[in-house]
């Protein structure tokens, strides 16, 4: 297969400064539900980006649950490698790629954890299976086959048979607090429109366009 052959020209639309809203959190808004409504495949759906102390990156994606002016909250292992990771460095990114709408969004930010009484609250909230797979999988750790989470997924239904699963000590949230949003819409000849929202001061921010 040719790879290099492979062309689209980005047409949908455009993105400036003057229809650009000037906080970053309610543009991000506004593109969060244009991608909601418009049914993309997992549109929630964000790169997470770590390193750890030597500057080894590594990404992964991760399900955004929650958004406001305080931050990006999303939830996972707390053993986990990511977990690992953002513990030796709390700086990260996280990367939103709507390609259907021809769009992106790259925040940059500081990753902490939330409070257990703000996991508590989604955990009670997810499926009862999902509830269970936070109990089975020791996330990021080598195993010799997937039948050792099954023995222990099926260990989990006999335990909390009842239906009333407790928050495991290893999982919960964070939050990212933003420090940069970048927002990318496709255009035509590769020359695209990118403007990055820079935090100056607590609730300020300069807004500036990119060379595509």
Do not use: C
């Amino acid at each position: 297969m040719e790879l290099a052959s492979i062309r689209k020209e980005y047409a949908q639309s455009s993105l400036d400064t003057d229809n650009a809203d000037k906080s970053p959190f309610k543009q991000f808004d506004k593109w969060m539900n244009e991608a909601v409504k418009a049914e993309l495949t997992e549109a929630t759906a964000m790169v997470l980006s770590t390193s750890d102390s030597i500057g080894q990156i590594n990404q992964r994606t991760v399900l955004l649950k929650e958004f406001g002016l305080n931050g990006l909250v999303f939830y996972t292992n707390y053993t986990s490698r990511k977990a690992k990771q953002m513990a030796e460095n709390k700086f990260v990114s996280v990367l939103f790629p709507w390609y259907d709408l021809e769009r992106q969004v790259a925040i940059t930010g500081v990753a902490t954890k939330i409070s257990k009484e703000q996991s508590l609250k989604y955990f009670l909230s997810r499926p009862f299976g999902s509830q269970l797979g936070a109990w089975v999988s020791n996330q990021s750790q080598i195993i010799s086959s997937r039948s050792i989470i099954e023995t222990k997924l099926a260990e989990m239904k006999l335990k909390f048979i009842e239906g009333k699963v407790p928050l495991p000590d290893d999982w919960g949230g964070y939050i990212i607090k933003p420090t940069s949003f970048e927002f990318w819409q496709g255009r035509q000849n590769r020359l695209h429109d990118r403007l990055i929202y820079t935090q100056t001061e607590k609730d300020d921010w300069t807004i500036d366009r990119l060379a595509p």
